[in-house]
Nanobody, 120 residues
Framework: QVQLVESGGALVQPGGSLRLSCAAS????????MGWYRRAPGKQRELVAA????????YTASVKGRFTISRDNAKNATMYLQMNSLKVEDTAVYYC?????????????WGQGTQVTVSS
């Protein structure tokens, strides 16, 4: 069974920084697209950033220039989200997602989420 586990969420002041991590474990043969999503209170889940090997990362407009997505393929495609210049409106539960193969089939997996709260 494949699992994705996020970490790094916290309470931070506006203008601060956080680094989220998403670690994949289990029967992993290959990893394709991975992404970070978030759900703010009272809002729908939205894509924050996505990354695929060999392609330029994509970002939602509101985080461009402030957030950076990356992944370490040497560590089972552990994914990161460096968040700088955080704003109150970045407050949300952040989820990671990844398309992962166990060698027989591909499936999309989700983590349990990590809370990011930006407040003074």
């Amino acid at each position: 069974q494949v699992q994705l586990v996020e970490s790094g969420g916290a309470l931070v002041q506006p203008g601060g920084s956080l680094r989220l991590s998403c670690a994949a474990s289990g029967s992993i043969f290959a990893v394709s697209d991975m992404g970070w999503y978030r759900r703010a209170p009272g809002k729908q889940r939205e894509l924050v950033a996505a990354i695929t090997d060999g392609a330029k990362p994509i970002y939602t407009a509101s985080v461009k220039g402030r957030f950076t997505i990356s992944r370490d393929n040497a560590k089972n495609a552990t994914m990161y989200l460096q968040m700088n210049s955080l704003k109150v409106e970045d407050t949300a539960v952040y989820y990671c997602s990844g398309a992962i193969s166990n060698g027989r089939s591909w499936s999309n997996y989700w983590g349990q989420g990590t809370q990011v709260t930006v407040s003074s």
